[in-house]
């Protein structure tokens, strides 16, 4: 907005003014009303749960049957094989 339409300065300082207090007046009516909003959501009742989850008990999986092992059914471990050494390439030559 300009404000170098209006040739007379009280003009200018009179359209100012009430451009100001009507940004002002709004600015305070949104506060009031994000108060008055904060303030009701504080009176709603919250929901009563109590603090600790309530965790569902149930039975204990039953013991798995037992297997008595004979030595004789055991099988040695095997030694790892050794490997080789892996040799390095030699380098390649990019021909351009």
């Known amino acids: 907005m300009r404000?170098?339409?209006?040739?007379?300065?009280?003009?200018?300082?009179?359209?100012?003014?009430l451009i100001n207090d009507t940004v002002f007046n709004i600015l305070t009516?949104?506060?009031?009303?994000?108060?008055n909003e904060r303030a009701a959501a504080e009176r709603t009742p919250k929901s009563k749960?109590?603090?600790?989850?309530?965790?569902k008990?149930?039975?204990p999986p039953p013991?798995?049957?037992q297997i008595n092992y004979q030595?004789?059914?055991?099988?040695?471990a095997l030694p790892p094989k050794s490997l080789?050494?892996?040799?390095?390439?030699?380098p390649r030559s990019i021909s351009l």
């Open 63 to 65: 013991a798995p049957a």
């Open 84 to 90: 080789a050494p892996i040799k390095p390439q030699p």
């Open 29 to 35: 009516q949104q506060a009031k009303q994000t108060e």
């Open 3 to 17: 404000l170098l339409e209006f040739t007379n300065a009280a003009e200018q300082l009179e359209l100012w003014k």
């Open 71 to 76: 030595p004789s059914s055991i099988k040695k």
């Open 57 to 59: 008990r149930t039975a």
């Open 49 to 55: 749960r109590s603090a600790k989850p309530s965790i």
